[in-house]
């Protein structure tokens, strides 16, 4: 994840500012998949995303990367058409099929242009994908070696690898924990017939939701709907995940790592969506480490000592408690200084609070940056499906800009002190010789 991703990653949480937010329409076909629309006419296109409860914290036991190659594999042949036809149709068309998948959920996602005649043959191949894939062999191979292949750079990057074991450490036990690109052991354990099961589970229409955006109309963006997903079998939506729990005490890690550099972690578990104290959080986390040069972990790590180029910090909401992260990149030389100076900063900031001006600041960039987040119909997409996937308010994106300004100084010091305890924390220091 980039810098910037990061920064951003509690998405949604930044009100619209001189922005007219589209009217959000809302339907539910008949075998419980969830659609949301919105027209936009700003282009001649239409992006569809369809996400599934069905990222990696769906995987089963000694099957680490099954919820990753089950996504991986829509488009890789459907019905009676093989991977290349599928392709050869949608490049014919000028349409583009996409996949994606996280621990939370798995997303298929296609851009097409609205015109009829060129939307509707990508529509169908997509609605076959979803409801006819037939996962072949050789394929599904291809797909575990490549996987295999992306684990050795995974442990190539110092970054990869200190974030890979933080989510292990401060998740231990719980389906967050594990990477959502699998293990070895367990990749090579699956076979086809894992795949068509996990599918049939979770790929059905109760456990769907669908975001669409773009220039039709809402008659043919029903249309759209119902083709795409209202033929998945209704099924049933899977069980809620275990709960996140705190940790019991702090949690110390040295990992060597053969780098000039070191990657310093300090975190928790943080908020779920939803979570009532979101905005005190968000609007405190961007005068803590929200904010890449002004905010006081940059001030302190960047400007006053000159230690970290890359210093920040960040909620990341998911449908449990997800992640509360402070990232610090340093010098190998440097990492003492540098982690002193950044549980500090914290302590500072939990004893302290943020100052009033600190606070109309952070309340200014966050009212004025949004529009650059839903500039166009494929990022208004992925806030949709956010909102349907976590069952968000229809009227979301209009509320943001009471909720941030109603912030107070005071709401964010107890939201603060409520969600992170530097006495329960994982600190992992990643880098430099043992």
């Known amino acids: 994840m980039s810098v910037r991703a990061v920064l951003f990653a509690g998405l949604l949480v930044l009100p619209v500012v001189a922005h ?38 769906r995987d089963p036991h000694g099957r680490s990367g099954l919820a990753m190659l089950v996504d991986s594999m829509i488009g890789q042949g459907a019905g009676t058409l093989t991977t290349g036809q599928i392709d050869r149709r949608l490049d014919d068309v000028g349409a583009a099929l996409g996949a994606s998948s996280g621990r939370d959920m798995a997303t298929v996602s296609l851009q097409t242009l ?56 401060v998740y231990h036990g719980h389906p967050y924990a594990a990477y959502p690109g699998g293990t070895a052991a367990g990749l090579r354990a699956i076979r086809r017939r894992d795949l068509v099961s996990f599918y049939r589970r979770y790929y059905v229409g109760r456990n769907a939701v669908v ?21 998945l079998p209704a099924g049933t939506k899977p069980p809620p995940l275990p709960p996140v729990h705190s940790l019991r005490h702090a949690v110390f890690v040295r990992l060597p790592y053969p780098s000039v550099q070191t990657q310093i972690l300090i975190g928790a578990p943080g908020i779920a969506r939803g979570a009532p104290d979101y905005f005190p959080l968000i609007v405190g ?92 119909d494929a990022k208004l997409a992925g806030y949709l499906t956010i909102i349907g996937f976590y069952g968000l308010p229809l009227d979301y994106l209009n509320r943001m800009i009471p909720h941030i300004e109603a912030v107070t100084v005071r709401e964010i010091d107890q939201a603060f002190r409520a969600h992170v305890r530097p006495d329960r924390m994982v600190t992992l220091v990643v880098g430099g010789r043992k």
Not at 31 to 42: D, E, H, P
Not at 120 to 132: C, F, I, K
């Open 211 to 231: 975001a669409i955006v773009g220039d039709v109309s809402v008659n043919a963006a029903r249309g759209i709907s119902s083709e795409i997903a209202g033929h």
């Open 285 to 376: 986390n961007y005068i803590l480490g929200g904010d890449p040069l002004e905010s006081r972990l940059a001030m302190e790590l960047r400007q006053k000592h000159p230690l970290s180029y890359t210093s920040y910090s960040y909620f990341y909401p998911m449908r449990q408690r997800g992640p509360f992260v402070i990232s610090v990149l340093t010098r190998n030389a440097d990492r003492g200084t540098a982690l002193r100076l950044a549980r500090q900063t914290l302590a500072h900031f939990l004893a302290t609070g943020p100052t009033a001006a600190e606070v109309v600041a952070a309340k200014r960039y966050l009212t004025g940056s949004f529009p650059l987040h839903i500039d166009s």
């Open 20 to 57: 007219a937010v589209p009217r959000i329409r809302h339907w539910t076909l008949k075998n419980g998949a969830r659609v949301y629309f919105v027209r936009s006419r700003s282009v001649p296109m239409v992006d569809i995303n369809v996400a599934f409860d069905a990222g990696s914290a």
């Open 114 to 169: 609205s015109q009829r005649k060129m939307r509707d043959p990508a529509v169908r191949v997509m609605a076959l994908s979803l409801e006819h894939p037939t996962f072949p062999v050789p394929n599904f191979e291809r797909k575990v070696r490549d996987a295999l292949l992306g684990l050795k750079f995974v442990h190539q990057s110092l970054s990869s690898v200190a974030n890979r074991r933080f989510m292990s450490l």
